[in-house]
């Protein structure tokens, strides 16, 4: 699997594991065998997970009138992987997560959400 289709997975697992009192590996039963074991998705979604607190954190600290709780389950889900990618994976480039990010706002989200990424991700790096 392309990592632009393990991200697709990856925010699907995450957004399910944001929106319902689900135990991973009971939402990663859903995905067919060989999705469950694609290790970028996995490192993806464990990532988030492990690093979760530290990642709303870095969020948080760049909104402007908003709260990490404010903002809708998608653009956070989104917001929490690029984050990740940019924090933690040393060898995807920061603008390829921005892009990545942006594109999973674009199919996943309204028609605001890519412009808030986008956002809320410049602050970050800057």
Do not use: C
Request: glycine fraction near 4%.
């Amino acid at each position: 699997m392309n990592r632009h289709k393990a991200r697709e997975k990856a925010f699907q697992v995450l957004f399910q594991l944001d929106i319902n009192e689900t135990e991973l590996e009971e939402v990663m039963e859903t995905l067919k065998e060989k999705e469950r074991y694609d290790v970028f998705l996995r490192s993806l979604v464990e990532g988030v997970i492990q690093h979760k607190s530290v990642i709303d954190e870095k969020i948080s600290t760049h909104l402007e009138k908003w709260t990490i709780d404010r903002i809708a389950s998608v653009e956070r889900t989104i917001l929490r992987m690029a984050i990740l990618e940019i924090m933690y994976i040393d060898d995807i480039p920061q603008n390829v997560s921005i892009n990545e990010a942006i594109e999973l706002a674009h199919t996943f989200g309204d028609e605001q959400s890519g412009k808030f990424v986008n956002g809320v991700l410049s602050k970050i790096i800057a």
